[in-house]
């Protein structure tokens, strides 16, 4: 059967960050609370000229080569943070990126899981045509009630992955354990910016989720978790990742014997930094564990897990490539974070919750240190411009 799987992945979160620690004082919570208890330093905040649409373009700006460009059939945009309720953030971006006009562009949901759905389709579809690529966007600002207890777990960012046959960086394992279940864990009705969440029920259903999706994956004879080197977790905030890790173990036995905290550190260096990125989260774990890894990878098995609230788990396995390392986009993944503005908590309070209630027209403000702005709503229709600094980033991000 043809090698299908992930063959380059960029990522990008905005230029702006608030410190949780000054979120803490604010709240009047021990600040060791939400850096230890909860595993996060800062939380990336959109400026008021970004969505998921400009965040997608960012992300997907660097993986378009020629020859991408060329054999793209399909994009897959993932996202519950969606801007229309009936065009596909997916056909934005094909617009501000001038993809290739023969290809089909469509919308996934169903809360942080379907960017895994995505991915699995975009893997079907190039084991069918092989000569074919696939661009699996996933992009979201995850956003809770200001005072919340979910506060503390918001932020956003983006993820771009090139589907292809022999991929560089890892192959795909068609075997994977599902698991659904109707709940009200967590939920965005149409009308509201901000979700609802029932925080410590949707924390059980997540394990209850994994725990199922690792033992349908057992029965389809998928990878023993003996074989499995390192791990990546749907991450809303990287404490999630030990829960995670200890209710695997304990569901495991034995086979879990050589797995430890080792196995999933490198995958949280990226979320501490940005927050839940809904869809986007496990691909950004993914890209943290591959850049920040300082053993080398190649022909190693990675265990992965997904999962959405409301909700549906998916385990499944990875190989990464020998050699995966030349196509990593590890140097500008760090630059990014690391020329990131902290801004204080009135900017916050203004970008992440006044600028998201208005859909009415407007023109903003260029605000972004991303490469594509929402440049207005003019007569209910977003439009979308290179910003300021299109050239600069470029040079930076390549
Ligand atoms: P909370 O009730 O404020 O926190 O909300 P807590 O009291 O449970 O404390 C959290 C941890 O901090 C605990 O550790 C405390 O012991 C510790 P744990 O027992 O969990 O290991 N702690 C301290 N540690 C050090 N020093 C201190 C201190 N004080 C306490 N002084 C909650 C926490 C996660 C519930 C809240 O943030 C929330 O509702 N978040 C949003 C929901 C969420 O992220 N759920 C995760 C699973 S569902 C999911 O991942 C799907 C999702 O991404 C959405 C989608 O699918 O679309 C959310």
Redesign the pocket.
């Given at each position: 059967m043809t090698t299908v799987g992930i063959d380059d992945i960029s990522i990008y979160s905005p230029g702006f960050f608030y410190p949780l620690e000054d979120l803490a004082h604010r709240h009047g919570?021990?600040?060791?609370?939400?850096?230890?208890?909860?595993g996060q330093e800062q939380m990336a905040v959109p400026s008021p000229d970004e969505d998921i649409v400009t965040m997608a373009a960012n992300a997907v700006a660097p993986v378009l080569t020629a020859d991408v460009r060329e054999r793209i059939s399909t994009v897959i945009f993932a996202t519950?943070s969606g801007v229309d309720q009936s065009k596909s953030a997916g056909m934005f971006v094909h617009g501000v990126l001038g993809l290739n006009p023969n290809c089909r562009v469509v919308e996934f949901k169903q809360?942080?899981?379907s960017a895994t759905a995505g991915l699995q389709f975009a893997c079907d579809l190039v084991r069918h045509r092989p000569s074919e690529k696939v661009l699996v966007i996933a992009s979201?600002i995850?956003r809770?009630e200001r005072n919340?207890?979910?506060?503390?777990?918001q932020g956003a960012g983006a993820v771009a992955m090139v589907i292809a046959k022999n991929p560089s960086l890892v192959e795909i394992h068609p075997q994977s354990g599902l698991f659904s279940l109707d709940v009200m864990?967590?939920w965005r009705p149409n009308h509201r910016d901000a979700?609802y969440?029932?925080?410590?029920l949707?924390?059980d259903?997540?394990l209850r989720s994994l725990r199922e999706s690792y033992a349908d994956f057992c029965r389809k004879d998928g990878m023993p978790l003996a074989a499995i080197e390192k791990l990546c977790f749907?991450?809303?905030?990287t404490?999630?990742s030990?829960?995670a890790f200890a209710a695997l173990r304990e569901a495991a036995g034995a086979e879990a014997d050589h797995l430890d905290e080792t196995s999933y550190a490198e995958s949280q260096a990226y979320g501490r930094q940005i927050g839940?990125t809904?869809?986007a989260?496990l691909y950004i774990a993914l890209a943290s564990l591959l850049d920040n890894c300082a053993e080398d990878l190649g022909g190693r098995n990675i265990g992965l897990f997904s999962?959405?609230?409301?909700?549906v788990g998916e385990f499944f396995a990875a190989t990464v490539r020998q050699g995966y390392r030349r196509r990593l986009r590890t140097r500008a993944h760090r630059a990014l974070l690391a020329g990131r503005r902290e801004i204080d908590y009135a900017t916050y309070v203004a970008w992440f919750y006044n600028s998201a209630k208005s859909a009415e027209d407007r023109v903003c403000p260029e605000e972004t240190a991303g490469r594509y702005r929402l440049a207005a709503i003019d007569a209910q229709r977003r439009v979308y411009a290179a910003a300021r600094n299109l050239e600069l980033n470029a040079a930076a991000c390549p």
């Amino acid at each position: 059967m043809t090698t299908v799987g992930i063959d380059d992945i960029s990522i990008y979160s905005p230029g702006f960050f608030y410190p949780l620690e000054d979120l803490a004082h604010r709240h009047g919570v021990d600040p060791a609370k939400y850096l230890y208890g909860i595993g996060q330093e800062q939380m990336a905040v959109p400026s008021p000229d970004e969505d998921i649409v400009t965040m997608a373009a960012n992300a997907v700006a660097p993986v378009l080569t020629a020859d991408v460009r060329e054999r793209i059939s399909t994009v897959i945009f993932a996202t519950e943070s969606g801007v229309d309720q009936s065009k596909s953030a997916g056909m934005f971006v094909h617009g501000v990126l001038g993809l290739n006009p023969n290809c089909r562009v469509v919308e996934f949901k169903q809360a942080c899981y379907s960017a895994t759905a995505g991915l699995q389709f975009a893997c079907d579809l190039v084991r069918h045509r092989p000569s074919e690529k696939v661009l699996v966007i996933a992009s979201d600002i995850a956003r809770y009630e200001r005072n919340s207890e979910g506060e503390c777990t918001q932020g956003a960012g983006a993820v771009a992955m090139v589907i292809a046959k022999n991929p560089s960086l890892v192959e795909i394992h068609p075997q994977s354990g599902l698991f659904s279940l109707d709940v009200m864990d967590f939920w965005r009705p149409n009308h509201r910016d901000a979700a609802y969440v029932d925080g410590k029920l949707s924390i059980d259903v997540y394990l209850r989720s994994l725990r199922e999706s690792y033992a349908d994956f057992c029965r389809k004879d998928g990878m023993p978790l003996a074989a499995i080197e390192k791990l990546c977790f749907h991450q809303p905030f990287t404490k999630m990742s030990k829960k995670a890790f200890a209710a695997l173990r304990e569901a495991a036995g034995a086979e879990a014997d050589h797995l430890d905290e080792t196995s999933y550190a490198e995958s949280q260096a990226y979320g501490r930094q940005i927050g839940n990125t809904y869809a986007a989260s496990l691909y950004i774990a993914l890209a943290s564990l591959l850049d920040n890894c300082a053993e080398d990878l190649g022909g190693r098995n990675i265990g992965l897990f997904s999962y959405g609230s409301g909700s549906v788990g998916e385990f499944f396995a990875a190989t990464v490539r020998q050699g995966y390392r030349r196509r990593l986009r590890t140097r500008a993944h760090r630059a990014l974070l690391a020329g990131r503005r902290e801004i204080d908590y009135a900017t916050y309070v203004a970008w992440f919750y006044n600028s998201a209630k208005s859909a009415e027209d407007r023109v903003c403000p260029e605000e972004t240190a991303g490469r594509y702005r929402l440049a207005a709503i003019d007569a209910q229709r977003r439009v979308y411009a290179a910003a300021r600094n299109l050239e600069l980033n470029a040079a930076a991000c390549p």
